[in-house]
């Protein structure tokens, strides 16, 4: 294995969000009942003509200029023919002669270390239908057809499984933070192809070329690769270089394998030509300087917003820009005033385990930053203990009301100084035989004395406090 260097490069399919589909009024929505959003444009009845999406067309242009991308002057559509059940027309509308960008580049953090990344184009078209298989028969579904979909093709710049999800994953994120799209892999909304092929360590020449189509998780992408590189490996160690041919397979789930499909020897002749039915149109300067100003703060740049400015941990600011909810949830916390430090605990201790257990959106969550807010105060100034704040915290999300409700005089932290040091003093003085004992070397007596206090008080004794006090009359 280690004489041989993987070369793999990624072809990143991602739905976008819109009120229609890209070139019919039909809702653009997730349903899980099939053709319910559907007009006669999607199923390619004669007579029909496409209408162009302006907000499919502003969120791409918008993608290109994140990617750091090539506009092109004019803005059209081109026509790629072939035949499939799952296209109606015979062909699908896409973007072969000017793309919507190109040559774009982005940086990604891969544990603890930048990579570039090269993107050779990003281009807006059409979904297809899709099929469901029966023993006997399949059924076509053509919610999906015509849904506007983002095709992402880097160039071959990934030398592991590892980078290769590592830039799925920033992706996915980056289309969440610019609202492009949901980009949720459990309803079909990111697909990938994958291309891999390996050479010799010191080779300069690519090898053969393998690519995997519609993988459809990160997880499944991470296999993929790291099988078809243990397949073409093997092969070469055999002598059998000629079966590592250029070809097409699919990934099998239960058999973490690669099955192949079909030769690829040759492109597929797609017999491109430009859309007749979409005039082309100029893209200006004005327009782009526009979408431009949409652009919002990206996940590395918030992450080092969050080291920097709020002195998280990067293991902390990693877990908040995860997910887009996550990010927005923390800024509210801290715009409204909230210890940066404590938000982020709540968020990553509780808050994350919480939704996360129930199977729900941090968007559902009950306990929204005011309310978060009513408890960390509290706690801020020592008017309840942490485990009164969690206390409080898991009573509020299930009674579902106000934190201040359960806080209140009666479980008020005890954080006056003379009344714990009266308290203090008299269980010293009942423990004469353990203070003894404590000077003579056996220091673990000191969470006995701190336990007796906390029982005294029910717990409600501020523990740092009593700590502080203890350590000053016992030593």
């Known amino acids: 294995m280690s004489k041989y260097k993987a070369v793999i490069g990624l072809e990143m399919h991602c739905e976008m969000q819109s009120n229609s589909k890209v070139f019919s009024s039909a809702e653009n929505s997730y349903n899980d009942t099939p053709n319910a959003n559907v007009r006669p444009l999607d199923m390619a009845f004669p007579g029909t003509l496409p209408t162009v999406n302006k907000e499919c067309i502003c969120k791409s242009l918008l993608m290109s200029l994140v990617l750091n991308c090539s506009q092109p002057e004019y ?13 109606p027309k015979g062909y699908q509308i896409t973007q072969m002669h000017a793309p919507v ?20 184009d990003i281009h807006l078209e059409e979904d297809s239908a899709s099929l469901d298989h029966y023993r006997d028969i399949s059924l076509i ?29 920033y992706m996915r994120r980056i289309y969440q933070y610019c609202g492009v799209s949901e980009a949720d892999t459990k309803k079909g909304q990111i697909r990938c192809d994958v291309n891999v092929s390996i050479m010799d360590e010191n080779a300069s020449e690519l090898g053969t070329k393998v690519e995997m189509k519609n993988i459809n998780s990160f997880a499944n992408v991470y296999d993929a690769i790291n099988y078809e590189i243990k397949r073409q490996s093997e092969l070469k160690d055999a002598g059998r270089y000629d079966e590592v041919e250029q070809e097409t397979r699919r990934f099998d789930e239960e058999s973490g394998t690669t099955i192949r499909m079909r030769s690829k020897v040759d492109a597929i002749d797609y017999k491109y030509f430009v859309e007749p039915n979409i005039p082309k149109y100029k893209i200006t300067k004005e327009w782009l300087e526009e979408i431009k100003k949409d652009i919002p703060m990206l996940p590395r740049e918030r992450k080092e917003k969050y080291i920097k400015e709020y002195n998280l941990s990067e293991y902390d600011a990693n877990i908040i820009i995860k997910e887009k909810d996550y990010a927005d949830y923390f800024e509210e916390c801290v715009k409204i005033g909230i210890n940066p430090k404590l938000a982020a605990n709540y968020l990553i201790v509780q808050i994350i385990a919480y939704i996360n257990k129930e199977g729900i959106s941090i968007k559902d969550f009950y306990l929204k930053p ?19 704040a969690k206390e409080i915290f898991n009573k509020a999300l299930d009674e579902r009301k106000e934190p201040k409700n359960y806080i209140s005089k009666d479980n008020a932290q005890i954080s006056d100084k003379n009344l714990l040091e ?29 336990g007796q206090v ?10 740092n406090m009593v700590k502080e006090i203890l350590k000053e009359k016992l030593d």
């Open 454 to 463: 906390m029982k005294e008080t029910k717990g409600k004794a501020n523990p």
């Open 370 to 388: 005011e309310y978060l807010k009513q408890i960390i105060v509290e706690q801020d100034k020592g008017n309840i203990s942490s485990k009164q």
């Open 141 to 169: 579904d053509y919610n999906r057809s015509g849904v506007p979909l983002l095709e992402l093709v880097t160039e071959p710049c990934f030398y592991s499984a590892e980078e290769a999800v590592a830039f799925l994953e």
């Open 101 to 120: 960008g190109v040559n774009g580049k982005i940086t990604i953090d891969i544990d603890g270390r930048e990579k570039e990344v090269l993107i050779h």
């Open 75 to 87: 803005m059209y559509f081109d026509r790629k023919n072939y035949y499939y059940p799952d296209l």
């Open 422 to 450: 009266d308290i203090i003093n008299t269980i010293l003085d009942n423990n004469q035989t353990q203070i003894e004992a404590y000077h003579n070397g056996k220091t673990n007596l000191f969470d006995y004395f701190v």
